[in-house]
């Protein structure tokens, strides 16, 4: 089974792909910002290990739990899931689907198979079962067109068309490998003040770039269309043309955005349910290159992420060294 195209409402989500520290979270409240976008920041990792949203901090600063967008979103979904499907699941069972779903021994599996057949596979059906209630919901709650959806996850069921009642897109987010390797080579907080981010060599950074990528074209090949990719050194250097080529893409209407000037962001609360530290900065914030990973960084480690996603890195228009890098530099 497959997106249903009869489903009332139906709302527009957009998947985001790529690897992390490719600017994901920063793209995600600038659209969720923007008028008739709603940001859901990385949803799956909002269950996690956890049978309860409590000790999950949504971009409000609450728990998510306890964040009266989610609650009600939530209190909804399961009313909606008690209409179509039967008793509602615990959020334990939905932990449980999404784990099993969502790891990289089942990934392929995801990729491979027909839809069809994947959508016969039980976690799966059930995960995209819940996800669909789940958006439909956060629609009605939010009054958002567009639901904007972070997790970056290439087996989800949304990427895959898999998700009944939604209508899915697919934005493939790039950044320089030596950028991400990198930024991947710094300690970066989950939460403000709390528990870090795991931190990684260049080697891993730079094959792990390679097969996200990769991946993730071939997801995006998979959507007939309903498909774009952006790199992130575009967006912070030209982010309204950026922002426009999403709305088109969508086939939205532009509305007003967080612009402010030409790189500018006058950012709102959010509500992301995860994400990186930088989904609770609201007010202004400047977009401007990063360029310090071409100062800091080592020229043997430069060389070594050159060489191992050199013919990706010739694909997305990134030059093999510094002097010759696309417009923009590298984000943070």
Known sequence: MTEDPTAL?????????????SGSTLLDISLGASEGFFSLGEVWW?????????QKECGCGRRVGKCPVWREALELAR???AQEHGPPPTLSQVSGWQKEVARWSQLPRALLLRPQTLYSWRPMQAWAKYSGVLYRALADVTGAEVLVDSSKW???PGPLGLVPGIQGWVLHLVRDPRAVAFSWSRPKEWLPGEKSMPRFGALH??????ARNLLAEHVAARRGGRELRVRYED???RPAAVL?????????????????????LVLPENHTAMGNASRFKVGEVELRPDTEWERAQSPRTRRLVTLLTFPLLRRYGYASSSA???????GG
Do not use: H, I, Y
Not at 205 to 210: E, T
């Open 205 to 210: 950074s730079s094959l792990s770039w390679v």
């Open 79 to 81: 009313a909606l899931w």
């Open 9 to 21: 409402p139906r709302p527009k989500v957009l998947f985001v792909l790529g690897k992390g520290r």
């Open 235 to 237: 967006f912070v250097s």
């Open 154 to 156: 290439m087996g989800n």
């Open 244 to 264: 426009d080529t999403v709305f088109r893409s969508l086939g939205v209407s532009p509305g007003a955005t967080p612009l402010k000037g030409e790189r500018t």
């Open 46 to 54: 909002a269950w996690g290990d956890q049978d309860q949203l409590d």
């Open 324 to 330: 010759g890098r696309a417009p923009g530099g590298a």
